[in-house]
């Protein structure tokens, strides 16, 4: 049955055929042969009997046929069953050969072609509705069973390219995201730089190697910016990013990062503390990475902390660790949850946050070899860690 299932369509129909019509030619000399006796049967009434046996008896050669009665002889009843055995007789063949082959036709149509034109028109509905997530089961080995496991494998394409392009979509928001949220670092910076310059110059409350010191450090942010952009601009996302390795100095690491803890403070009103522990030997790494990492957990920390922010910097020769500690209400969620892309606590905080800070850091910390460690202070509040690795 295996192999006659797995026939070509061709081979199928012409075994088919070739079934009905040997059916169909032995159930006509049935039939033929029946309407044969029951004509002769029929003439043997009007035959004179006495005369037919008489010439029986001439010799065993010798058989006499059952003439043929007229019409007038016979009853109407025996001459319609004579007339409905010619017909048989005659056509029964013809009549036979026909409805065998439609048969044959039927039941090609029904075991080869019904079920894989069914499913193949249910797919293409699907397909057309953007529904890619079935499967064909018609399994044959025959043409249609072909055009099925084309059909699949069309089906399985288009998923992988409505998957792709997906993907491809996301990644564009989320590069969109991460340039909106790690430009805003330098932009505050400026901006606190402005108002402060605004503030103090006309008072004649800031002298002028603070104002150009400000001023110095305004235009280096401007160059981050240019140099962020520049970057992303190239990128398909941000996975895509690959780490820009450097000699970086603890002092130079430091003077940034309280640069940027002076914005922060000014901005939230809340204290921090910043302590430094560094080897003699410089950091090999991103700069940039680091400080958009560091930028994250200080702008989460001032945020969500109460009144103190402290910071802890240390660098040896193949790590660097950056630790922000806050005195808020720590995590509530876990470290998977926290770090997923555009996760908020809240729909008033997804308002002013992208949510994509903590995923931003977790994921440069693992470009840059190390981790994002996120965890609580026994007397409450949040720790969080991001460690790079040396990059040789």
Not at 176 to 187: N, Q, V
Not at 196 to 201: I, K, R, S
Request: proline letters at 2%; charged letters at 25%.
């Amino acid at each position: 049955m295996d192999k006659i299932k797995n026939l070509s369509l061709k081979k199928t129909l012409l075994f088919y055929m070739a079934i009905a019509l040997f059916c169909s030619f032995l159930l006509s000399a049935v039939i033929n042969r029946g309407a044969s006796r029951a004509q002769l049967h029929v003439w043997w009434r009007y035959v004179d009997q006495e005369a037919y046996y008489e010439a029986a008896k001439r010799g065993p050669l010798y058989v006499p046929d059952i003439p043929r009665p007229q019409e007038y002889e016979m009853t109407s009843s025996d001459y319609f069953v004579s007339e409905v055995c010619d017909f048989l007789q005659t056509y029964t063949v013809l009549v036979l050969s026909i409805a065998g082959s439609c048969a044959a036709v039927f039941f090609f149509y029904r075991h080869k072609l019904k079920k894989p034109i069914s499913e193949l028109a249910s797919a293409s509905q699907k397909i057309a509705e953007n529904q890619l997530d079935f499967h064909l089961t018609y399994e044959n080995k025959d043409e249609m069973g072909v055009l099925c496991k084309e059909f699949e494998t069309m089906r399985g394409q288009l998923a992988e390219n409505n998957r792709k392009l997906w993907q491809t979509i996301e990644e564009e928001k989320l590069l969109r995201a991460a340039i909106a949220h790690d430009i805003r670092s330098p932009l505050s910076v400026l901006k606190g730089y402005q108002e402060m310059l605004t503030a103090y110059l006309p008072k004649a409350d800031m002298d002028l190697e603070q104002a150009m010191e400000m001023l110095s450090e305004s235009s280096r942010q401007i160059e981050r910016m240019d140099a962020f952009v520049e970057t992303m601009r190239k990128l398909n996302s941000l996975e895509s990013r690959e780490p820009v390795a450097a000699d970086i100095s603890a002092a130079a690491l430091e003077a940034d990062i309280r640069a940027e803890l002076a914005i922060l403070e000014k901005e939230y009103g809340k204290h921090s503390v910043l302590q430094t522990s560094a080897s003699e030997n410089p950091f090999y790494g991103d700069k940039e990475i680091i400080l958009e990492v560091t930028e994250n957990l200080l702008s989460n920390a001032f945020r969500c902390g109460k009144q103190q922010i402290a910071v802890m910097l240390k660098m040896e020769y193949d790590e660097l660790r950056v630790c922000v500690r806050d005195d808020g209400e720590g995590f509530l969620e876990d470290a998977e949850t926290l770090t997923k892309a555009f996760h908020g606590k809240n729909i008033k905080d997804s308002l002013k946050h992208a949510g994509i800070g903590m995923y931003i850091s977790r994921l440069y910390c693992e470009k840059h070899g190390g981790k994002l460690i996120l965890e609580n202070e026994e007397q409450g509040g949040a720790v969080v860690t991001a460690i790079f690795r040396r990059i040789s």
